[in-house]
């Protein structure tokens, strides 16, 4: 699975490089961004730069954008994931102390004397018609 994502990694490099490569002339292009408020004083002009710089900052731009946005969500996972598992271990321990209340109770002899003695109904219907015979 590494190798294929390499070798699709490698193709979109090609294509890029060879949409780069056939369009040079406009990716060599200078051009100057300017920004205007309106008011003639307020008037600013950046130096004149190639296009394939424009376009490789706004590339790495959004390449550190969405590494920020993973990385965040990886912590806020990873805080989810440890509060589910303190979620976890505390039923863990209720069931494991009611285990143990229950067992006291299933041990203790008083309460066996307590229970009524009932016979199955096949056994008593059974033991009703020898008597009879």
Known sequence: MKKV???LFLIVVIFVGLI????REFFLTKQ????????ETWHWTAP???NVYYWGG???IGLILTGWMGFMSKLKSGKKIKSLNKTIDTHLETISSLKTELEAFKNDPYLEE???????PEKADFQNSESTS
Not at 32 to 39: E, F, I, K, N, Q
């Open 58 to 60: 706004c590339f790495f």
């Open 32 to 39: 100057a961004l300017s920004l205007s408020l309106g008011v």
């Open 5 to 7: 994502k390499l070798f």
């Open 114 to 120: 307590q229970k009524p003695e009932t016979e199955e």
């Open 48 to 50: 004149g730069v190639a």
């Open 20 to 23: 780069i490569y056939q369009n």
